[in-house]
């Protein structure tokens, strides 16, 4: 009860904290390069990342440079890497799924999912979360028929020294118990995976607005 009772008269400050901060953000570009592909010679692997910011790579100049970048590459040297990248900055959980349902109804072998940090950011309900996260994970294994599907962490919001300190205690309490879910929820399927992001984080894993994530842990992420 103590508890709820300070994180309330806290969350007004937290608010005004995280307007402040990403009114005055820099505004970054997404990276340049083409959100479909096909890379490498044989066997074909059909790839699909979904999800926010993060997962299209803001922070790099090119799309060469960003997660799904390196992954493509580095798969290409064995395999024929059909790619298709559905990521959109600002989007949340639902706006993810909305994006997700127009992509033509066909199988993908691995679905790669970053998505989250936007529905903390905006505020919205961690039971809203759920009811979004569990309905997109629900559609991708109905209608794409991977082997599997890899979910990523919500960033490790507390490392990073550039947010407000109450803004940062903040998102990182809300990232650790939606990672709890994602955990849990990787148990239930044997296709699920859980990409953990709990690693040593450098100074250099920042991007320039201090928020998104660098080309060199982009590179980690790949």
Wanted: charged fraction near 15%; proline fraction near 5%; aromatic fraction near 12%.
């Amino acid at each position: 009860m103590i508890q709820k009772i300070l994180t309330s008269l806290k969350l007004p400050l937290v608010f005004v904290q995280g307007a402040y901060f990403f009114i005055t953000m820099k505004k970054l570009a997404d990276p340049d390069g083409s959100r479909t592909g096909i890379a490498g010679q044989g066997q074909t692997i059909k790839l699909l990342v979904i999800g926010d910011s993060s997962a299209l790579g803001v922070g790099c100049k090119k799309m060469e440079e960003t997660s799904t970048g390196v992954l493509v590459k580095q798969l290409s040297a064995t395999y024929q890497v059909n790619y298709h990248i559905c990521a959109f900055t600002g989007y949340t959980t639902a706006q993810i799924l909305a994006a997700v349902k127009q992509l033509p109804l066909t199988p993908f072998d691995y679905v790669v999912i970053s998505v989250g940090s936007n529905d903390i950011v905006k505020g919205n309900s961690l039971k809203k979360w759920k009811q979004h996260s569990d309905a997109l994970h629900a559609y991708i294994e109905k209608n794409f028929n991977p082997k599997k599907i890899l979910m990523s962490a919500i960033p490790p919001f507390q490392k990073l020294p550039t947010l407000p300190y109450l803004m940062r205690h903040y998102l990182a309490e809300r990232s650790q118990s939606m990672n709890y879910y994602l955990m849990a929820h990787s148990h239930t399927n044997p296709i699920y995976n859980y990409l953990d992001l709990e690693f040593d984080f450098l100074p250099e894993y920042i991007s320039e607005d201090g928020f998104h994530p660098s080309s060199a842990l982009y590179k980690i992420q790949g």
